[in-house]
């Protein structure tokens, strides 16, 4: 069986502090363990002044700027899509011109619109994450 | 209104049925957003904005869970991408996070807030969550997506170093 380190010990012991573990096997180890004993402590004395405190609460009202944004966010929604597809429609015609080579760049302008939609909007427009995933 | 028929209603897209939601828990999402940005006008945009996509996001919403669960992670994601964002000599607004209770001098709180300060991110969101939302470590695997083993290392990790920093505040007075 592996030994039990201070730190093991000292980590059980807080959880058994909080009511999430069962301290039965620790006691004799830190009855034995100077180190131990002092870090657990102060580490005690952290929880009790953490324990004594709350957060701070202010007067908040969010939601005349959250309406606002919802209905901005709406009205943004759908014209830079329109405009989009108005520009890649006049660029498809434009291709469609017969005996007319516009060389590379021409061919590049759709993939430019596209990225400057993401630069102007700052992040992917498409993608709102639900799920329980940090992004980083 | 309950949180369920709020949320249907706002799915059938009536966006007064929404107030209900942000009324009701934008209090305690500041508070969480604070706890990782430590700045309140921050906090206070990244909670907006968060709700803001919840709105937009509200077809998606899971019924399996609470409404709050399900936006405290829209919330999480923005505030670590503020983060993230954000310049490193900025300044932090020196509004106080925390309330002491009686009995608790405003130098132990000021000491407190500089020391969870110099914590990261992540530490400073689970001692916050834990010691002032009380969430037990079950309900802290759940809202930080990590298994429990990892809640009790890292909520000892951080109150270590909350303690290390905390003694050498205090070294430093003297």
């Not at chain 1, 573990?21 to 009855?31: C, M, P, S, V, Y």
């Not at chain 1, 759908?78 to 469609?96: D, N, Q, S, T, Y």
């Not at chain 1, 007319?100 to 993608?127: C, H, S, T």
């Not at chain 2, 107030?19 to 006008?41: C, D, G, N, P």
Request: charged share 25%; net charge negative; aromatic share 8%.
């Amino acid at each position: 069986m592996k030994e039990l380190t201070c730190e093991d010990v000292l980590m059980a012991q807080m959880a058994a502090a909080d009511g999430e573990e069962n301290e039965e096997q620790l006691g004799a180890h830190i009855a034995g363990c100077a180190n131990c004993q002092h870090e657990l402590k102060q580490l005690q004395t952290l929880d009790h002044l953490l324990a004594g405190h709350a957060f701070s609460e202010s007067n908040l009202d969010l939601w005349p700027a959250v309406e606002k944004g919802i209905a901005k966010r709406s009205a943004l929604s759908w014209r830079p899509f329109a405009l989009i597809g108005l520009l890649l429609v006049v660029h498809k015609l434009l291709e469609m011109l017969p005996a007319q080579d516009l060389g590379m760049m021409f061919k590049l302008v759709p993939l430019v619109i596209v990225a400057l939609l993401f630069v102007f909007i700052k992040e992917n427009p498409f993608r709102i994450n639900t799920e329980l995933v940090l992004e980083r | 209104m309950d949180d369920a028929e709020a949320i249907k209603r706002c799915q059938q897209g009536e966006r007064e049925a929404f107030r209900h939601l942000v009324e009701r828990y934008q209090k305690r999402a500041v508070a969480h957003a604070r706890a990782i940005l430590f700045s309140r006008s921050d906090a206070e945009d990244a909670v907006q904005e968060s709700f803001i996509d919840a709105f937009k996001a509200i077809g998606t919403f899971d019924t399996s869970r609470t409404f709050y669960e399900w936006f405290y992670v829209l919330l999480r994601n923005r505030c670590y991408k503020m983060t993230a964002r954000r310049r490193p000599t900025e300044s932090l607004d020196e509004a106080l996070l925390l309330t002491a209770q009686p009995g608790m001098s405003a130098e132990t709180t000021l000491g407190l807030e500089k020391a969870l300060h110099s914590l990261t991110c992540e530490e400073r969101e689970i001692v916050c969550l834990k010691y002032f939302d009380g969430l037990s470590y079950d309900e802290l695997a759940t809202h930080l997506q990590i298994p429990r083993g990892t809640v009790m290392s890292r909520l000892f990790n951080a109150r270590r170093r909350l303690q290390r920093k905390l003694s050498g505040l205090r070294e430093q007075e003297v």
